[in-house]
């Protein structure tokens, strides 16, 4: 099974499809991460506020999988924003990751509040010229915060990674990002398992269609539409069916059916106030 990839507005590619290590424990990590490799997964979605780094590091050293064929994604955390306390950030990370570079490193949330986002992000770039990191992103951005880094810098980010699924799928920004070539990563893809998206009208009917379940839809339709997304689950047969969504194909009209059902309704934390 061959994981599409996409390319980034810095020329590095990403696979599509990964797996996000959001709330599992850091006792499990290590075994999680090794199913999840074991069943092709290549693509980590990692934060230090997560405190589950050591366990992917660890996961990543046993696996004798050669770097370049991996792609791991870190974040930067509310405490660690400013011009000189980044670079300290990624180092720690990298430390406990086991690693010398990361190929994506995030500023986790804007933290509107207390004004630093812009100048992290000119500590970032100065990151991705040590090549401690290969790429540079945001995550949970509002326009606001997309226009106050687009005045301080030239340089876009490759990825806003933002809450998006069915019930909430953002169009306003995606409208924003796309034409600058800022990748949307959908996080919470699934709506974090906050809501029964079996209730959700429709899905149970496209899901028999094509012979799948309804959390493969729904990856399927935020493929299909383009975005980056890694489904976090902690049981095996669940990894397993989170990555098995490349052998069916959403029609239009079922795109249309999943597009409908948007609600504007946020299952997680607002950018403004988190
Ligand atoms: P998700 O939408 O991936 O949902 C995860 C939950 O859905 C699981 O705990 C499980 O209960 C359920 N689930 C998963 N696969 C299933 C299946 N096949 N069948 C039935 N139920 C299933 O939510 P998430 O983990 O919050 O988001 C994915 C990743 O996004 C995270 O792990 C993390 O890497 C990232 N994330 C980032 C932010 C951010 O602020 N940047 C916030 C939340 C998550």
Request: charged residues 25%; negative net charge; proline residues 5%.
């Amino acid at each position: 099974m061959t994981v599409p990839e996409i390319t980034l507005n810095d020329g590095n590619t990403i696979p599509q499809l990964g797996f996000g290590l959001f709330k599992v424990d850091p006792d499990e990590t290590q075994r999680v991460v090794e199913q999840a490799l074991e069943v092709g997964y290549r693509h980590f979605d990692d934060a230090k506020i997560y405190g589950n780094e050591a366990g992917l590091g660890r996961a990543i050293a046993a696996s004798g999988i050669p770097r370049e064929e991996l792609f791991i994604t870190t974040k930067l955390w509310r405490d660690d924003q400013g011009r000189d306390t980044a670079a300290g950030a990624l180092d720690a990370s990298l430390e406990r990751l086991g690693l010398d570079y990361v190929d994506l490193y995030l500023i986790h949330w804007p933290h509107p509040g207390d004004g630093l986002a812009t100048e992290t992000w000119l500590a970032f770039e100065a990151l991705r010229a040590s090549g401690k990191t290969r790429s540079i992103g945001v995550s949970n951005f509002r326009i606001e915060d997309l226009e106050a880094l687009a005045k301080a810098s030239s340089l876009v980010p490759a990825v806003n990674q933002i809450e998006l699924h069915p019930r909430f799928q953002q169009t306003e920004l995606r409208a924003y990002q796309d034409p600058r070539g800022i990748r949307t990563e959908a996080w919470g893809p699934l709506g974090q398992g906050k809501y029964e998206l079996a209730e959700l009208p429709g899905l149970d009917a496209i899901a028999a269609a094509h012979d799948v379940t309804i959390q493969q839809v729904v990856l399927r339709w935020h493929l299909q539409e383009g975005r980056i997304v890694f489904p976090k689950s902690a049981h095996e047969g669940r990894i397993r069916e989170n990555f098995d969504v490349f052998g069916f194909e959403l029609t239009d009209e079922e795109l249309n059916a999943v597009r409908g059902l948007d609600e504007h309704l946020r299952v997680g934390g607002d950018p403004s106030t988190v």
